[in-house]
């Protein structure tokens, strides 16, 4: 059976020209970038120039760019590193209720060590409100952390403008742009932004590899503590296969960003096109246009999102209902309840993330077996939700 993976937003196949150049280092180039001798300084030299290709796509310099072993790690190094560091000058927090777990949980782990978080609502489309958030800062905010494109649903915030208020106010400002990485503009100074996230899995890179870019004099401390690594801020051997996987993952994805960008948005809006039109009360999640290129999440009523991606499966289509994190958790999404869905309906929902490999035969299939699946489970589904509840979406 042929697999049509339509699930990119949870992380995608490591590409051939990463897997070849990450290949010499598992073996051959094994060192250790600490030690004294040539095989250190063989990786050593590898590691300097991963960090320079990344500083290189952020418009940065390598010294501002901090490896990791994840997009989670390097929120959450952002974020405890950050208002740790900075206590003295504040202990007031702000971000937004459909922030990634990564977010909301060090928030969460933060309040209890006596900082104080501000969680701005959104609108139904799951943006946030410059006003609002101008609105939220006090004299004592020192960090403001917003998403730049949600994983869920694909809406993209409008960065630049809201970091422009955080300097405004003299306000540090962080954003997870773990999904923007392969498809948006990455640039930090013309974002604004003084720190961000990336990690690889989600352009065509190896798992377990990330990336904290933390602007020169932004004071921050380790979470992790050990042999002071990555110039004292994350210790730990250097994954040097990893690294240089996800630098060469970036420079391609940002290269071939346009172009791939325009085949998708195409694909995208057929897509959604389609299950709009031939599945009878179904509604689009996030912004209609404002949203990522590879994006496409649904709310199907009357039929449960699990049962979807299951039958799905049985298809050979990859597809998910929303996070690939909280997947196994049976409360529905926080992100849905945050843009307005009760929870009844936020159980409905499905996401398409499509990539590389998406083609319009693909969609064709797709959208066919799930038409002929939704209408069999609506049959036999207890659930008949009065579609009042979706007025003005």
């Not at 590899?209 to 994350?234: C, F």
């Not at 958790?329 to 499509?354: D, M, N, T």
Request: charged letters at 25%; one cysteine or more; aromatic letters at 6%.
């Amino acid at each position: 059976m042929k697999i049509i993976y339509l699930d990119n937003a949870a992380t995608t196949p490591t590409s051939p020209e990463v897997v070849k150049a990450m290949a010499p280092f598992w073996s051959e180039k094994y060192g250790n970038p600490g030690s004294l001798h040539a095989k250190g300084f063989e990786a050593r030299a590898a590691l300097d120039k991963a960090r320079e290709i990344a500083g290189n796509r952020l418009n940065c310099a390598a010294s501002e760019i901090i490896f990791t072993g994840s997009g989670t790690e390097s929120a959450n190094l952002a974020l405890f590193g950050f208002c740790r560091k900075n206590r003295q000058k504040g202990n007031h927090i702000i971000t937004q209720r459909t922030e990634h777990h990564a977010v909301l949980d060090s928030c969460a782990a933060l309040e209890k060590e006596g900082y104080s978080v501000t969680y701005l609502d959104v609108d139904k489309h799951g943006l946030v409100c410059k006003e609002q958030l101008e609105r939220a800062i006090r004299k004592e905010t020192i960090l403001i952390t917003i998403m730049y494109a949600n994983n869920e649903i694909g809406t993209v915030q409008d960065i630049r403008g809201l970091a422009e208020t955080a300097r405004k106010h003299n306000v540090v400002f962080h954003t997870d742009a773990c999904q923007a990485g392969g498809s948006l503009d990455i640039d930090v100074k013309n974002l604004g932004v003084d720190l961000m996230t990336l990690n690889g899995s989600k352009i065509y890179g190896p798992k377990g590899t990330g990336l904290l870019y933390v602007r020169s004099g932004i004071k921050i401390q380790p979470v992790i503590y050990g042999g002071g690594q990555e110039n004292g801020l994350r210790s730990g051997t250097e994954n040097v296969a990893g690294v240089v996987g996800f630098a060469t993952a970036l420079e391609l994805a940002q290269k071939e960003r346009e172009k791939e960008s325009k085949r998708l948005a195409a694909l995208r809006d057929y897509l959604i096109s389609k299950v709009l039109k031939e599945i009878s009360r179904t509604y689009l999640n996030g912004h209609p246009t404002q949203r990522l290129p590879n994006n496409a999440s649904f709310t199907i009523l009357d039929v449960e999102g699990e049962s979807m991606i299951l039958r799905l499966s049985e298809k050979g289509i990859c597809a998910s209902t929303g996070s690939a994190c909280t997947s196994r958790s049976l409360e529905p999404s926080h992100v849905l309840q945050a843009i307005g869905l009760p929870k009844e309906v936020a159980h409905g929902s499905l996401r398409f993330s499509l990539g590389k490999g998406t083609t319009k035969a693909d969609i064709d299939y797709t959208v066919k077996e799930l038409k002929r699946i939704v209408e069999e489970l609506r049959k036999i589904s207890p659930i008949k939700i009065n579609e009042s509840v979706m007025k003005g979406r």
